[in-house]
């Protein structure tokens, strides 16, 4: 969980980076967290080519690296959404315990 919250601090400080008008280096970070419709795209592309690791019967190596590649396009997405990493924790430790047809239904019936 560190290396995630290693991660978020980072995206964080890349947004801080733009808010502040720190051009810096240029960052991949940045550009996403600027570009929400380029954001969107790589996460359809990376959730896209993680189902292919499976299709395709590809290595753990690789469906592990496409899996790091969907978490990090995600958590750019909640960054932008200001959401942090401790939230969507949150609420799947509330799910715990929970069938996923029963968690669903539950969601259907509060709107």
Known sequence: ???LYCLED???QRKLDIVGG???KPSWTKRLLEDQK???SKIREEASELCHT???N???SRTASEMADVLYHA???LAVKNVRMEQVLEVLRARF???GIEEKNSRKNNG
């Open 1 to 3: 969980m560190t290396s």
């Open 10 to 12: 980072t995206i964080s």
């Open 22 to 24: 720190h051009s810096g």
């Open 38 to 40: 380029l954001l969107c």
């Open 54 to 56: 499976l299709e395709d």
């Open 58 to 60: 590809e290595d753990k």
């Open 75 to 77: 958590m750019v997405l």
């Open 97 to 99: 315990g929970q069938s």
